[in-house]
């Protein structure tokens, strides 16, 4: 089975930036899209940014301009590039990645705190 593992989070102090990885244990078959999401204490998962198989990137509107999402599929891994780092954006994060099926496979989540 594939397995999705996250690494690159840690604290930082608000303006820091981070960058957290994604990697698939193996290549997944008709892989759709990859996706970021958070989930910050006693609040629902929300839904960070998207990059689809064509490039496409989508982003929540309050981490534009701050946040990039990219991939390497030589590696089958994906990551998303942190800067400007707000309170707010203190979370747990999980990477995603769907696949024709549907199929979707989950990371395990690494947390992100920003704090003064």
């Known amino acids: 089975q594939v397995q999705l593992v996250e690494s690159g989070g840690g604290l930082v102090q608000p303006g820091g930036s981070l960058r957290l990885s994604c990697a698939a244990s193996g290549s997944i078959f008709r892989l759709i899209n990859m996706q970021w999401y958070r989930q910050a204490p006693e609040k629902e998962r929300e839904w960070v940014a998207t990059?689809?198989?064509?490039?496409?990137?989508y982003y929540k509107d309050s981490v534009k301009g701050r946040f990039t999402i990219s991939r390497d599929n030589v590696k089958n891994t994906m990551y998303l590039q942190m800067n400007s780092l707000k309170a707010e954006d203190t979370a747990v994060y999980y990477c995603k990645m769907v696949a024709v099926g549907p199929r979707e496979y989950w990371g395990q989540g690494t947390q992100v705190s920003v704090t003064s």
């Open positions: 990059i689809t198989s064509s490039g496409s990137t």
